[in-house]
């Protein structure tokens, strides 16, 4: 069974830091699989923030968070991550990570929230 499990989030204040993890178990961050850093606020749609290749590492990143976040990847410790920067009240939501395997197989982890104060 695969199983995604965020850890990092919780309360800081603007302009501050945080580094989100994903650990996988069940599934291994190779070449084939792509990691993504989804966020979620209530009453919205949940928006992708990030992305990262398994193949390359090229990286994406929503213009709501370019030059702030940086999403990297740990094959060894089959980990993601996702370092937070200057961080702003706007970035108060629920984060999930995403994984998508060569098979096209999507796996959530269950959410880390992430709350910054004014």
């Known amino acids: 069974e695969v199983e995604l499990v965020e850890s990092g989030g919780g309360l800081v204040q603007t302009g501050g830091s945080l580094r989100l993890s994903c650990l996988a178990s069940g599934l291994t961050f190779d070449d084939e699989v792509n990691i993504a850093w989804f966020r979620q606020t209530p009453g919205r749609d949940r928006e992708a923030i990030s992305h990262?290749?398994?193949?390359?590492?090229?990286?994406w990143y929503a213009d709501s968070v370019q030059g702030r976040f940086t999403i990297s990847s740990d094959k060894a410790k089959n980990t993601a991550y996702l370092q937070m920067t200057n961080l702003k009240p706007e970035d108060t939501a629920d984060y999930y990570c995403?994984?998508?395997?060569?098979?096209?197989?999507?796996?959530w982890g269950q959410g880390t929230q992430v709350t910054v104060s004014s």
């Open positions: 995403n994984a998508i395997s060569w098979s096209d197989q999507e796996y």
């Open positions: 990262i290749s398994g193949r390359d590492g090229s990286t």
